[in-house]
């Protein structure tokens, strides 16, 4: 995520630097620096310590949040004619039998279709606020943080309606018991 985010700043940077004076020396304040980490004069790419301060901008990130040695965890999509059997408290699911309690699919033979050994599926049924844009999901190893992303309204958007539940299956490393929690961010979209 920091080399996606470096990139552009990195270019944004670049692009921001006034042009060298053809009548200025090498090192002048016109360039903008007097030499980068590797020496050459007037370079307008910035060094190891300026790139170092890059922060995560994403209001939804984990350290935006504050979820200190979070991951954000993969979703699996769950197979075409399975669904939930009934809303519950978030369910760690660590075996076909588990899944098979949690969810009813049509083709009983193709079941959750997962690697247990790699890793437990984490199922949650909620029901979205009605600015919901998606539902992210962190792992510290100790709680599972469910992130709802709720979007800024626009002036003309129409009543907002409460839809129906949602259920979502993430991924999560098998090395344990979790508790769970939920935060919310705001993503900002642009307006017609």
């Known amino acids: 995520m920091m080399i996606r985010l ?3 700043v990195m270019f944004v940077y670049a692009c921001s630097k006034p ?3 053809t009548g200025g020396s090498a090192g002048s304040a016109e360039t903008g620096s007097a030499s980068d980490s590797a020496g050459s004069a007037g370079s307008a790419r910035p060094n190891a310590a300026e790139a170092a301060v890059v922060l995560d901008t994403d209001p939804c990130s984990a350290d935006q949040l504050g979820l200190t040695g979070a991951k954000k965890l993969s979703r ?11 809303s519950a408290p978030p369910q760690l699911l660590t075996s076909e039998e588990q899944f098979t309690k949690q969810v009813d699919c049509t083709d009983k033979a193709t079941g ?3 690697n247990w050994s790699a890793g437990m599926l984490v199922v949650a049924t909620r029901s979205p606020s009605p600015a919901e844009a998606g539902v992210l ?22 009543r907002p309606m409460p839809g129906p539940n949602e259920t979502h299956v993430f991924i999560a490393e098998p090395n344990g018991a979790r508790t769970f929690a939920d935060r919310a961010c705001t993503v900002q979209r642009a307006c017609p």
């Open 112 to 114: 959750a279709s997962h």
């Open 137 to 158: 999901a962190y792992d510290d190893g100790k709680v599972i943080t469910f992130v709802s992303m709720q979007r800024t309204p626009c002036p003309d958007d129409p």
């Open 6 to 8: 470096l990139v552009p």
């Open 19 to 21: 042009a060298p004076s």
């Open 76 to 86: 699996k999509l769950l197979r075409s004619g399975c669904r939930p059997k009934e």
